[in-house]
Every structure is written in structure tokens, then in C-alpha cells.
């Protein structure tokens, strides 16, 4: 992905049925990011309630070796569907154009990703992304942020100038 920050990301699987033992998409997750050069900090499963998700994203949020959170689950339309509302109450501000592209680029594939509600904003130097549950739906949509991960990450940790350009 090129120079800049390191990226330290966590990965935050959200599920009622999954464990840390079949965790499928969360270790995808971290098999797309090694090759970014990216360092895994932490990978950790809770179950779909909000407060449990609000919990272990302010943890990761309040830490300094981590300026990534990626989710996977808990986006749809579900009863216990609660990752977007658990990160809007932990984000400061909402980054609204990932979270569309990843949308749009997922709809040329299925028309069901209209049906995903995942966000993605900036809290005290991390970037929240959210994903779907499914391995191939995080991999489809880990191709639309690789491009911008490293880039995202720089400008939220204050790296500003554009060399190059």
C-alpha cells in the first residue's frame, strides 16, 4: 500500500454463532491485510449486542498501538443487526464515502448489499470500517478500501501533504 503510518488494525467479529475458533470472515480479514503490510493487534469475537460492540470498539478506540478497526457482521437488516449503531455512538465523525463505495461497488455484484447499513467514521486517531458477515463479501469489499486504507490512515493521524500530486 505504500509509505506512511503503519497501519495497526483490529479486527472485530461480530456474531452470535461465531466463536474465535470459526471465525472465517475475521480470519480473512486478516489474510488481506498482512499483504498491506498492515500489523494485526488484536482479533476479537462478541456477540451481537450493542453494548458488547460499543464496548470492545471504545476499548480498541481509547488505544494507542491500534488506528484501525475493521468489523465483519451485524450489518443487516436483523433484528440483531447492531454494529452501525453501536460505531455511530463511538465515532466522532462519520467518514460517509467509504461506507458508500463499498455499497456501490458491492451493488455491481448484488443487488443485496442495499440491504447492508454498515458506517465507517474516526474516533480518537482509529478508523472504523464495517463489513458484512459472509468470507466472500468482506474480501469483495476489502478490494474497494484497499486503495485508500493506507492514504485514510495517514490523513487521520494527521499526515496531510499530498507528495506527488
Known amino acids: 500500500m505504500g509509505e506512511g503510518v503503519k ?24 489474510e488481506l491485510l498482512r499483504p498491506a503490510d498492515a500489523e494485526i493487534v488484536a482479533t476479537v469475537v462478541v456477540s451481537d449486542d450493542i453494548d458488547e460492540i460499543r464496548g470492545a470498539l471504545a476499548n480498541f478506540v481509547s488505544r494507542d498501538d491500534i ?25 466522532e ?4 464515502g467509504i461506507a458508500e463505495a463499498i455499497r456501490h461497488e458491492s451493488y455491481m455484484k ?26 466472500k463479501a468482506v474480501e469483495e469489499c476489502f478490494d474497494v478500501i484497499r486503495p485508500v486504507l493506507q492514504h485514510a490512515i495517514d ?10 500530486k
Open 7 to 30: 497501519i495497526r488494525a483490529a479486527i472485530l467479529t461480530t456474531s452470535d454463532t461465531r466463536k474465535p475458533e470459526n471465525d472465517v470472515s475475521g480470519s480473512r480479514l486478516v
Open 67 to 91: 488506528n484501525l478497526v475493521i468489523t465483519t457482521g451485524g450489518t443487516g437488516f436483523g433484528p440483531r443487526d447492531n454494529t452501525p449503531e453501536a460505531t455511530r455512538a463511538v465515532i
Open 155 to 164: 490523513l487521520v493521524l494527521g499526515q496531510t501533504e499530498h507528495q506527488g
Open 93 to 96: 465523525r462519520e467518514a460517509p
Open 110 to 135: 448484488t443487488p443485496m448489499a442495499m440491504l447492508s447499513r454498515g458506517v465507517a467514521g474516526i474516533a480518537n486517531g482509529t478508523l472504523i470500517i464495517n463489513l458484512p458477515g459472509s468470507p
